[in-house]
């Protein structure tokens, strides 16, 4: 069965400081793979895909995500952190029949 | 303004009292979905719908109806809600290539269930 696993359920960094959010998922076939972001009281909205190709893709907002497909992971990351990316992370598979599984999120704070 | 609307934003209901909460998008979208938020467990999805009078089961479908009569409306009937349907329901558009699109997401719909 497919599914995503977040390990993270809270992250705690400093503005300016770097970040990874991990992401793990379960599915036989190559998958559709998406990266949300869902600030407070929001709906979510879409930071970046990966579909084929580069295994490195970029996103909105300064973030970029890397696919590998040994590990079956794609980590999220920013090379420095804003206060304004405190937020809810998703990240998700999206499989044949347009069916797609959520990660459980990782919850980012930033400290000024 | 390209947008998925939900109404409405916040519901408190009772035990077995039948609702709607409905969902448009202005995008002319093939695919539309359904899902819930509760804490720990992430967004699971409901229902979806890849076009007009088709629909099919997510991963918690119970308790939960759809219909699609209209490619801009998808709206999710509860007919007899429960306490365990207190959540936070979002519904979600997109054109359809098998699982590969970008969704997008409706503000959110806050439903209280006595």
């Known amino acids: 069965a497919q599914s995503v696993t977040q390990p993270d359920i809270h992250i705690t960094v400093s503005e300016g400081a770097s970040l990874e959010l991990r992401c793990n998922y379960s599915?036989?076939?190559?998958?559709?793979l998406f990266w949300y972001v869902q600030s407070p009281g929001q709906g979510l909205q879409l930071l970046l895909k990966?579909?084929?190709?580069?295994?490195l893709v970029q996103g909105i907002k300064g973030f970029e995500a890397e696919f590998k497909r040994s590990q079956s992971s794609f980590n999220l990351r920013k090379p420095s952190v804003h206060w304004s990316d405190a937020a809810e992370y998703f990240c998700a598979v999206g499989v044949r029949g347009n069916q797609f599984y959520f990660g459980t999120g990782t919850s980012l704070t930033v400290i000024p | 303004e390209a947008q998925v609307t939900q109404n409405p934003r916040y519901l408190i209901t009772v035990t077995g009292k039948k609702l709607t909460v409905t969902c448009s998008q202005n995008m002319n979208h093939e695919y539309m979905s359904w899902y819930r938020q509760d804490p720990g467990l992430g967004l699971r999805q409901i229902y979806y719908s890849m076009n007009v009078e088709v629909t099919d089961k997510g991963d918690v479908p119970e308790g939960y109806k759809v219909s699609r009569k209209e490619k801009r409306n998808f709206p999710l009937i509860l007919e007899s809600p429960s306490p365990n349907q207190t959540s936070l329901y979002f519904c979600?558009?997109?054109?359809?290539?098998?699982?590969?699109?970008?969704?997008?997401f409706g503000p959110g719909t806050r439903l209280t269930v006595l």
């Open positions: 979600a558009s997109s054109t359809y290539s098998g699982g590969a699109d970008t969704q997008y």
């Open positions: 990966y579909f084929s190709g580069d295994t």
């Open positions: 599915y036989g076939a190559t998958p559709y």
